[in-house]
């Protein structure tokens, strides 16, 4: 356990560049969450202390991009509802189910969206759709959405990855827009964790006050590259922290 000093200055640094990194690609609650056992939280109250701390990022990213979410159109109203009924769903696995069933596929998943991410467009050629000029793979992009949000309602780890992931191979606009969708969907799912979390789960608000400024001030930075960065480059940038987290976590 940390000095009693230093533990708000690491979770100050934590928060802005986990909300950078959630802006930009994802995955960045992994950064809070070993910050937050390392101040002395147990597993399930750093759990959802993180998760009710990386809502503010999400709001900062998703002001800061709100140019490319109105791109999306008409799909952002069924992935919106599959984000909070999934989102909820989550919410309740966690309260109701022992951790450890879930918890074994997490690092599988975030892995396979690494790999999935990194091999797009050979995909997007099998699935007949390589152009990103034809019509959403509706059913698809909906149900992966749902699924990805019970997950993020239940870990919320590298949630965004995920979400980035199926829209990108399921769904046809640039990679700024979609990037756009990933943090308003995140931002959905974790206006639903706040809510639950807060009347039934052990958040440390303490630690919340220290976290929230400074993923705030991180999403609205994140959100601002993200928009200057060339569509490879966020997609790789996606591949790398994937492949972090996963090996994090199956090490961990």
Not at 91 to 101: K, Q
Not at 149 to 171: C, D, E, K, M
């Amino acid at each position: 356990m940390l000095g009693e000093w230093l533990e708000p200055v690491l979770l100050a640094v934590a928060g802005f560049v986990s909300g950078c990194v959630n802006a930009v690609a994802g995955g960045g609650s992994l950064l809070v969450f070993p910050a937050l056992l390392g101040t002395g939280l147990p597993p399930l109250a750093a759990n959802v202390t993180n998760s009710v701390a990386q809502a503010p990022g999400f709001v900062g990213a998703a002001l800061s991009q709100r140019r490319d979410l109105i791109a999306n159109g008409r799909r952002l109203l069924s992935i919106s509802i599959a984000a909070v009924l999934g989102s909820a769903g989550g919410c309740a696995l966690l309260l109701i189910l022992p951790g450890e069933v879930f918890d074994a596929v997490v690092p599988a998943l975030v892995g396979l969206s690494a790999v999935l991410m990194a091999f797009q467009n050979r995909i997007r050629k099998w699935l007949g759709n390589p152009d990103q000029h034809g019509p959403d793979s509706t059913v698809l992009l909906t149900g992966g959405i749902l699924l990805a949000s019970v997950y993020g309602g239940y870990f919320g780890g590298a949630r965004s990855v995920i979400f980035v992931v199926i829209l990108v191979l399921t769904a046809n606009a640039t990679m700024r827009t979609l990037n756009a969708a990933k943090n308003w969907l995140s931002l959905l799912g974790s206006a639903v964790t706040v809510v639950i979390y807060a009347l039934l789960a052990p958040v440390d608000w303490v630690a919340v006050a220290a976290l929230v400024p400074t993923t705030l001030l991180g999403g609205v930075v994140g959100g601002k590259v993200a928009q200057r960065l060339p569509a490879a480059g966020l997609r790789w940038a996606v591949v790398v922290i994937a492949a972090v987290v996963a090996i994090y976590m199956a090490v961990d």
